[in-house]
């Protein structure tokens, strides 16, 4: 949006750009917009590379041939640049200029722009004072270098673009009488059938603003009103921006722009160009758009808007996870007091509460039974006694939900309070109407795990005492595990510490098979004598105990045993824990309080919404291997585990409603986001954006943050968006979602509200990006290198056991360790090298960066200065001829990848291999090493001190050894896509049919070094 610039300088006012809806101010909506903007001239900041920076005032000049500044000591004619010298226009600090200034860091990333011109490739480096006039700068001057030959063609030709035509068709349909007008009411009508997101009364202001511009009285509505009223109301000008960034500076996308952006920006793989003009075919809304195979304004910003571009990953809307693995391996979605759907303290019992837990996914859910009057067992609020609903209705519902939502089973956790007589009238309704369904089996005790999820498809588990198996008594005594009563007995003035015992019947004590509930002691114990059918309950406070005193113990235990863990009996507001810091120790069933809405549910919904929402997410390898050592409070790096950098610019916002509970007080909103990192405690962090004023329908906020996280398995982010001037309530809405489920590249984020529904049409616009800290990573949203900051080389280091023989073997893994972290390292910087020569951000793809390279390589006439060389399968750049000094530098850049790049793919097997020995080697004395202790005397704290220590060096040696594996995977891929990348750049010397049997066999080598590696490891 820009506001009026007359008499800028001589009031000395600073233009701004607000992007606001009042009424004075109009939308960038094209090109002429951008010109317009630059004609009228603005301050910028002028960057030099000796630290200083200096305020100008920039313009355009009237025929559009150069730009200039002031004030200036240079003569006038010299305080200018000609626009036929500009090469090219970057966004952001990626110059060298903006790289070696001392003042870098204070100048924000989105603001920053630069201006490269000359054979020299000379940097002009500017700051605007928001990230939208820099958006207007670069838009306008990429418009202008590609539309040099033709300069004024944008300026007659605005009102036949084939958006125009396209609106021009719509309100000719609609002018049902010919006339070339309407009413007003029609074309209202007409635009909230375009774009039902607008508010009527906005559309009518804007009519009125155009109108009174004209100084008309008439209500009736013009085809080029309408027209105007359309662009300015419906072009959002982040979008615009990007449209003209990645169309090359037109005001459309052809297929091979749509490619090149799905390729390089969203992430996406084997796209094709009849995939593409089948996108454009759906989503463009005029017939010679779609004919023609472009995609206009409105057609892009439906397509950005649609399910094709959710933030979340689609592989993980359906089970995408090895559900093999033993139960005590996932985390489990888990109800507390499921009857609820009030607080726990006065809240009636309600059938509801088991319907909407088990259409969400809920695997544990609660069933506090008591003695009914009738000789029916019911289920009620021991607080509230007034309402119940009967034992045998409940299980029916729960029958009938159960598999609704996820096929995987479902946990049943009992808490009996009912008589011996209406014990066995529980288990008989069990029996009748779950039949088959009631998971049953002896566990066997030549098994050391669990059954799996999969095992156990469709089956129902009752948690719940046991009689012992030795017996062959009707009835007995068992201990009482029941939470409330605990506390009330601990809160007691008279409590002794004895437990309290219950009479168990053996028909209910027999449908308890492989989740028998016993009391905790201690992990020694435990760990030594706990059967794995066995299952403790612990209270909030004292998981949070365990979990602070004993971390890597709770963890360990967790491998084996399933660990539920359940909110405090003070939480009388029926309130929710942070499930998070016990998801962090291993904790599988962590009970929330499905009926309270807040941040704590907001992470347990998210966190489930992975793996196809089946209530099942498999944990972290680091958690679930014998031989592993985590600790939830570890300071920084994981072993063996690479850190992400994670990198999100928050552009925009979408039809953000008022709070809920706000009062006395309008419509009018001043939001700003906050983005919160959950995981482990060293990746938890938050920020916000800045404040964007009385804005709802559309604010601008185009800030760009960037986190580090350590163990992104565990990693959750959260966006809230908040109201900074707020009465009574700030909340607007929020979208939880794990890192592992983030898709790369521009997305919209759907925010729910704050009891967790989807609210239509209510989007925030983010950029995403994720990139290694040190190399390794996924193919695709991992596969991305940057460089954080330039400090020391860091290695993971093994520790001392204190046994000498497997102190001599983890000697041996020294070398081949630093060696594998040398080759990543040095490849990772390699490649951050080429991007930054090519003035590209970290983030950047590699084909982004062939791209750019080949726009400097390529002479106006289409030949190229260097041509794709293939040698030994690698693709290799040699000039043809006399090159400048600019491109030398590049090409060694280029050169000095590829040769990284290709000693890592030579030398990974070979070093990782070593590591694999040695990893082995040690593993071989897992089994003594309590012996060996034992003989070198070592017990107690010392002999505990061992076992970590070992168990650490087994875990940085395998996550080395993977993290090279991937690093090879990764370099094997960057080949194949520099290659390809090359040959449609135009890069390749000779179009021959020779030439291109060549490159194709080439490709083929790569794919068959990747297909020998993978076949190699099967």
């Known amino acids: 949006i820009l506001q009026d610039p007359a008499n800028q300088k001589g009031g000395g006012r600073k233009k701004t750009v607000s992007f606001s809806s009042m009424p004075s101010e109009k939308k960038v909506s094209s090109a002429?917009?951008?010109?317009?903007?630059?004609?009228?001239?603005?301050?910028?900041?002028?960057?030099?590379?000796?630290?200083?920076?200096?305020?100008?005032?920039?313009?355009?000049?009237?025929?559009?041939?150069?730009?200039?500044?002031?004030?200036?000591?240079?003569?006038?004619?010299?305080?200018?640049?000609?626009?036929?010298?500009?090469?090219?226009?970057?966004?952001?600090?990626?110059?060298?200029?903006?790289?070696?200034?001392?003042?870098?860091?204070?100048?924000?990333?989105?603001?920053?722009?630069?201006?490269?011109?000359?054979?020299?490739?000379?940097?002009?480096?500017?700051?605007?004072?928001?990230?939208?006039?820099?958006?207007?700068?670069?838009?306008?001057?990429?418009?202008?270098?590609?539309?040099?030959?033709?300069?004024?063609?944008?300026?007659?030709?605005?009102?036949?673009?084939?958006?125009?035509?396209?609106?021009?068709?719509?309100?000719?349909?609609?002018?049902?009488?010919?006339n070339g007008i309407m009413l007003e009411d029609t074309a209202v009508e007409l635009i909230k059938q375009l774009n039902p997101t607008l508010k009527e009364s906005k559309i009518r202001l804007k009519f009125k603003e155009i109108q009174k511009s004209k100084e008309k009285l008439t209500t009736r509505v013009t085809e080029e009103e309408f027209c105007e009223a359309f662009c300015?109301?419906?072009?959002?000008?982040?979008?615009?921006?990007?449209?003209?960034?990645?169309?090359?500076?037109?005001?459309?996308?052809?297929?091979?722009?749509?490619?090149?952006?799905?390729?390089?920006?969203?992430?996406?793989?084997?796209?094709?160009?009849?995939?593409?003009?089948?996108?454009?075919?759906?989503?463009?809304?005029?017939?010679?758009?779609?004919?023609?195979?472009?995609?206009?304004?409105?057609?892009?910003?439906?397509?950005?808007?649609?399910?094709?571009?959710?933030?979340?990953?689609?592989?993980?809307?359906?089970?995408?996870?090895?559900?093999?693995?033993?139960?005590?391996?996932?985390?489990?979605?888990?109800?507390?007091?499921?009857?609820?759907?009030?607080?726990?303290?006065?809240?009636?019992?309600?059938?509801?509460?088991?319907?909407?837990?088990?259409?969400?996914?809920?695997?544990?859910?609660?069933?506090?039974?008591?003695?009914?009057?009738?000789?029916?067992?019911?289920?009620?609020?021991?607080?509230?006694?007034?309402?119940?609903?009967?034992?045998?209705?409940?299980?029916?519902?729960?029958?009938?939900?159960?598999?609704?939502?996820?096929?995987?089973?479902?946990?049943?956790?009992?808490?009996?309070?009912?008589?011996?007589?209406?014990?066995?009238?529980?288990?008989?309704?069990?029996?009748?109407?779950?039949?088959?369904?009631?998971?049953?089996?002896?566990?066997?005790?030549?098994?050391?795990?669990?059954?799996?999820?999969?095992?156990?498809?469709?089956?129902?588990?009752?948690?719940?005492?046991?009689?012992?198996?030795?017996?062959?008594?009707?009835?007995?005594?068992?201990?009482?595990?029941?939470?409330?009563?605990?506390?009330?007995?601990?809160?007691?003035?008279?409590?002794?510490?004895?437990?309290?015992?219950?009479?168990?019947?053996?028909?209910?004590?027999?449908?308890?098979?492989?989740?028998?509930?016993?009391?905790?002691?201690?992990?020694?114990?435990?760990?030594?004598?706990?059967?794995?059918?066995?299952?403790?309950?612990?209270?909030?406070?004292?998981?949070?105990?365990?979990?602070?005193?004993?971390?890597?113990?709770?963890?360990?235990?967790?491998?084996?045993?399933?660990?539920?863990?359940?909110?405090?009996?003070?939480?009388?507001?029926?309130?929710?824990?942070?499930?998070?810091?016990?998801?962090?120790?291993?904790?599988?069933?962590?009970?929330?309080?499905?009926?309270?809405?807040?941040?704590?549910?907001?992470?347990?919904?998210?966190?489930?919404?992975?793996?196809?929402?089946?209530?099942?997410?498999?944990?972290?390898?680091?958690?679930?291997?014998?031989?592993?050592?985590?600790s939830a409070n570890t300071k920084g790096v994981v072993p063996g585990v690479s850190p992400l950098a994670l990198h999100i610019k928050i552009i925009s916002g979408q039809n953000f409603p008022k709070p809920k509970g706000a009062c006395a007080k309008g419509d009018v909103l001043d939001p700003y986001v906050c983005i919160e990192i959950h995981g482990i405690p060293a990746d938890c962090s938050e920020q916000r954006t800045k404040t964007v004023q009385q804005n709802s329908d559309n604010p601008i906020f185009d800030e760009t943050f960037e986190f580090q996280v350590n163990l992104p398995e565990l990693a959750m982010i959260r966006f809230v968006v908040l109201d900074d001037d707020y009465i009574g309530d700030e909340f607007?809405?929020?979208?939880?979602?794990?890192?592992?489920?983030?898709?790369?590249?521009?997305?919209?984020?759907?925010?729910?509200?704050?009891?967790?529904?989807?609210?239509?049409?209510?989007?925030?616009?983010?950029?995403?990006?994720?990139?290694?800290?040190?190399?390794?990573?996924?193919?695709?949203?991992?596969s991305l290198s940057v460089r954080m900051g330039k400090k020391v080389r860091e290695y993971t280091m093994l520790r001392n056991v204190g046994l000498k023989p497997i102190d001599d073997i983890f000697k041996i893994a020294v070398h081949p360790l630093r060696e594998a972290i040398d080759m990543r390292e040095n490849m990772q910087n390699a490649i951050v090298s080429v991007k930054e020569l090519c003035g590209l951000p970290p983030i950047a793809s590699l084909k982004q960066c062939l791209l750019t390279l080949s726009s400097r390589l390529i002479a106006s006439d289409n030949t190229p200065s260097v041509s794709l060389v293939m040698k030994d399968s690698f693709p290799y750049l040699e000039p043809l001829g006399a090159i400048p000094d600019v491109q030398k530098k590049m090409l060694a850049a280029y050169d000095l990848m590829i040769q990284e790049s290709r000693f890592l793919i030579e030398m990974a097997d070979t070093v990782q291999e070593k590591i694999v020995q040695c990893q082995k080697a040690g593993m071989e004395f897992h089994e003594e090493l309590h012996n060996l202790g034992a003989k070198e005397g070592l017990k107690g704290r010392k002999l505990n001190k061992a076992t970590e220590s070992f168990a650490w060096n087994i875990t940085v040696l395998k996550g080395q050894g993977d993290l090279l594996k991937s690093a090879k995977n990764e370099a094997l891929e960057n080949m194949k896509q520099i290659q390809l990348a090359c040959l449609s750049c135009g890069l390749s010397k000779a179009p021959s049919g020779a030439a291109e049997a060549k490159s194709k066999r080439s490709l083929e080598a790569i794919e068959e070094k990747e297909g020998g590696e993978e076949n190699g490891k099967l």
């Not at 609660?366 to 009967?390: A, F, I, K, Q």
């Not at 809405?733 to 239509?760: A, K, N, W």
């Open 232 to 630: 300015e109301l419906c072009t959002r000008p982040e979008v615009y921006f990007l449209l003209v960034q990645i169309s090359k500076n037109k005001e459309y996308l052809d297929a091979n722009d749509l490619m090149l952006f799905l390729e390089a920006e969203q992430g996406v793989t084997q796209i094709t160009e009849d995939m593409c003009l089948d996108i454009i075919r759906r989503y463009e809304l005029s017939e010679e758009g779609r004919q023609k195979g472009f995609l206009a304004i409105d057609g892009f910003t439906q397509y950005l808007l649609s399910p094709e571009c959710d933030l979340f990953d689609p592989e993980q809307k359906k089970v995408a996870q090895d559900m093999t693995q033993p139960l005590s391996h996932y985390y489990i979605s888990a109800s507390h007091n499921t009857y609820l759907i009030e607080d726990q303290f006065r809240g009636p019992a309600d059938i509801n509460g088991y319907v909407r837990a088990l259409k969400m996914g809920c695997r544990s859910i609660e069933l506090d039974v008591s003695d009914g009057s009738d000789g029916e067992p019911v289920l009620c609020n021991r607080n509230n006694m007034s309402t119940h609903l009967s034992f045998r209705s409940v299980v029916e519902v729960i029958n009938k939900f159960a598999f609704v939502a996820s096929e995987y089973p479902l946990i049943l956790c009992l808490g009996n309070h009912c008589s011996l007589p209406q014990q066995k009238v529980m288990a008989q309704q069990m029996k009748k109407v779950f039949g088959t369904k009631l998971y049953t089996e002896a566990p066997s005790p030549s098994e050391a795990y669990l059954p799996s999820p999969e095992k156990l498809k469709r089956m129902i588990i009752v948690k719940g005492k046991k009689l012992p198996s030795d017996s062959d008594a009707s009835e007995g005594e068992v201990t009482d595990e029941d939470e409330e009563a605990e506390i009330s007995r601990r809160m007691s003035v008279d409590y002794n510490g004895e437990q309290k015992h219950i009479w168990l019947c053996r028909e209910l004590s027999d449908l308890v098979s492989i989740c028998q509930s016993v009391q905790y002691r201690d992990f020694e114990l435990s760990m030594r004598s706990q059967n794995y059918w066995e299952i403790c309950s612990f209270s909030e406070s004292e998981a949070s105990r365990i979990a602070n005193e004993y971390p890597e113990d709770f963890v360990n235990y967790n491998k084996k045993f399933l660990s539920r863990i359940y909110p405090s009996a003070m939480r009388i507001d029926s309130s929710n824990l942070n499930p998070q810091d016990f998801w962090n120790c291993g904790c599988q069933i962590v009970a929330m309080n499905f009926q309270t809405p807040g941040p704590m549910m907001d992470l347990h919904t998210g966190w489930f919404l992975q793996n196809g929402g089946c209530g099942y997410v498999l944990r972290p390898s680091i958690m679930r291997d014998e031989v592993s050592y985590f």
């Open 32 to 178: 002429s917009d951008c010109i317009s903007f630059m004609q009228a001239g603005c301050e910028l900041k002028k960057v030099r590379p000796n630290s200083r920076i200096y305020n100008r005032f920039f313009t355009l000049d009237t025929d559009l041939l150069a730009l200039r500044w002031e004030p200036s000591k240079k003569d006038p004619e010299k305080a200018k640049l000609d626009i036929s010298a500009v090469k090219e226009i970057r966004l952001g600090k990626n110059t060298e200029t903006f790289r070696n200034n001392g003042l870098a860091d204070q100048i924000c990333e989105d603001c920053a722009f630069s201006i490269l011109h000359g054979e020299n490739y000379e940097s002009l480096d500017l700051v605007a004072h928001s990230a939208d006039v820099a958006n207007i700068w670069v838009s306008g001057l990429r418009y202008l270098v590609s539309r040099s030959k033709q300069p004024l063609d944008f300026m007659e030709g605005n009102q036949n673009t084939p958006r125009f035509m396209w609106l021009k068709t719509v309100f000719v349909a609609a002018d049902v009488d010919g």
């Open 732 to 782: 607007i809405g929020q979208y939880t979602i794990p890192f592992e489920c983030l898709q790369p590249g521009y997305r919209h984020v759907p925010l729910r509200s704050f009891v967790g529904d989807i609210m239509e049409h209510v989007t925030l616009f983010v950029h995403i990006a994720i990139t290694n800290r040190s190399g390794g990573g996924k193919a695709q949203k991992r």
